[in-house]
Nanobody
Framework: VQLVESGGGLVQAGGSLRLSCAAS????????MGWYRQAPGKERELVAA???????TIYSDSVKGRFTLSSNAKNTMSLQMNSLKSEDTAVYYC???????????????WGQGTQVTVSS
């Protein structure tokens, strides 16, 4: 699975950014897609995720009400980030949980990451 990310950059606190990710695969079945982030000196954490079948979404408590994850086309998703705070500064990684049933169980696939910097 190849994951191509776009968006990110530098924004002032209170501003907005939009991240997008497109997954390309001809053999894997994608169960879910999501965004993780990793700030310097911290562990990678889940930001938001969406289930491919149901479209159900989950968010970390720290971004609820500010970030919105959506998918308007198969194997694509966008993360709209509003009211950004300095603590949102991190490298954001696109993630897809995909496998090739029944022989290959689903596992994590990762994008290269995109930097989001929020200046206060």
């Amino acid at each position: 699975v190849q994951l191509v990310e776009s968006g990110g950059g530098l924004v002032q606190a209170g501003g907005s950014l939009r991240l997008s990710c497109a997954a390309s695969t001809s053999t894997f079945s994608i169960n879910a897609m999501g965004w993780y982030r990793q700030a310097p000196g911290k562990e990678r954490e889940l930001v938001a995720a969406i289930a491919s079948g149901t479209g159900n979404t989950i968010y970390s408590d720290s971004v609820k009400g500010r970030f919105t994850l959506s998918s308007n086309a198969k194997n694509t998703m966008s993360l709209q980030m509003n009211s950004l705070k300095s603590e949102d500064t991190a490298v954001y990684y696109c993630n897809a949980v995909a496998g090739r049933p029944p022989s290959v169980p689903a596992y994590d696939h990762w994008g290269q990451g995109t930097q989001v910097t929020v200046s206060s």
